[in-house]
């Protein structure tokens, strides 16, 4: 079965009481059981829901997983998956990713005992060098949040095999349609879907996706314990939104191509990170392990902070707010929202400077979106 028929039909069978074609809004805390301790396998909603089961078999079978686990939000998400170590784990992680992320391992699981060591995991030398015999995962994130850069999945796979360790991508900006980790070598996919899976800016939600049955156990185990589990509601959105996936992930793409290619040919442009060019130092790499280069651009343009915020300001069509993966483009200042977390000089020293702006190019019209950009970039 393809991805967009799959999307659209598994978990999703027309409801066996009423017919119904798309899969109700099971909108109940608790189940009536037939007598004490028999269930007709559905017992409280924080352990299992209709709704929920239906998105849950639906991300999975899009990331060619065996297992998936829908959270409250990404980050809910992010934190099911690290509760699979235990303090005095070590975790090597890619230098560029996400500021909750970050904030996360760094203000809250370190709390707890855990490790981390940031590296530029672009390249396996420097990945490499930063394990330890404590090493208990490797956390990815390809392309990064914000400044796209690609991370060979494969080699880091095989070298997580070697050390015994697991291995867990953030797969929001590719999407299942783009990239499949678990195909390149991977143990645990992670993604927020309020970005591109739900695609309408209108819900929040987090997932996982594995094929050992280990991991799901345990994940799941924490699921139910911690309860940070999506409302029926929010899975039906999300679901509803994960049917057109494939189609707007054309359009976020092609448009996104556009405006990389309008964003290069200027000189007013100091530095512009989309893995779609052939210039990005992950092209070929992001060729070989994807299916095309997402919708997401960063840029910096020439006249520092000042003038960066000014475009921010300046755009019609791209609203300036937090998130990513809507139909709607959004124009981002990371420093100030997205990776205010991240210290200054840890942010400096990644590459994440006051002048970076990032884009989610949606999917609008190819010339009022580009035309957008170049009446903002003239302020």
């Not at 904030?103 to 590296?119: C, H, M, N, P």
């Not at 930063?130 to 392309?143: G, K």
Request: glycine share 8%.
């Amino acid at each position: 079965m393809e991805f967009a028929t799959k999307a659209i039909h598994v978990g999703q069978e027309p409801d066996k009481t009423t017919g119904a074609t798309i899969v109700p809004i099971y909108e109940t805390s608790t189940y009536t059981q037939p007598a004490p301790g028999q269930h007709l396998g559905f017992d409280y909603s924080r352990t299992i829901n209709p709704t929920r089961l239906a998105l849950e078999r639906c991300l999975a079978s899009l990331e060619n997983a065996q297992h998936g686990l829908a959270f409250a939000s990404g980050m809910a998400a992010t934190a099911a998956a690290m509760n699979l170590l235990s303090a005095g784990d070590h975790v090597v992680v890619t230098d560029d990713l996400y500021g909750g992320t970050f904030r996360l391992f760094d203000k809250v699981l370190a709390r707890y005992g855990l490790t981390f060591s940031y590296v530029d995991a672009t390249d396996i030398h420097t990945v490499e060098t930063a394990m330890r015999q404590s090493t208990r995962m490797i956390w990815l994130e390809t392309p990064t949040n914000p400044l796209m850069k690609i991370i060979d999945i494969a080699a880091v796979a095989s070298l997580s095999k070697a050390w015994e360790t697991l291995l867990a991508v953030d797969n929001t900006f590719a999407t299942p349609y783009l990239q499949n980790p678990l195909d390149l070598g991977a143990d645990i996919i992670v993604h927020s879907t309020t970005k591109y899976i739900g695609g309408h800016s209108d819900a929040i939600g987090g997932f996982v996706a594995c094929n050992r049955d280990d991991l799901f156990q345990t994940i799941k185990f924490h699921q139910n314990s911690v309860g940070g589990v999506p409302g029926p509601f929010d899975c039906f959105l999300t679901l509803r939104g994960a049917k057109t996936l494939a189609l707007r992930m054309r359009e976020h793409e092609r448009n996104a191509r556009a405006v990389a290619t309008y964003l290069a040919q200027r000189s007013d442009i100091e530095k512009l990170y989309y893995p779609g060019l052939p210039a990005h130092p992950g092209h070929e790499v992001a060729k070989r392990q994807m299916r095309g280069f997402g919708g997401m651009i960063s840029f910096i343009p020439k006249g520092g902070a000042a003038r960066a915020k000014a475009i921010a300001k300046a755009t019609k069509i791209f609203s300036l707010a937090e998130s990513l993966g809507g139909v709607e483009s959004l124009i981002c200042h990371p420093v100030s929202m997205t990776h205010g977390a991240i210290p200054q000089d840890v942010r400096e020293a990644r590459g994440v400077h006051d002048a970076l702006l990032r884009l989610s190019v949606g999917i609008e019209a190819e010339a009022d979106i580009i035309a957008d950009l170049d009446q903002a970039l003239k302020k």
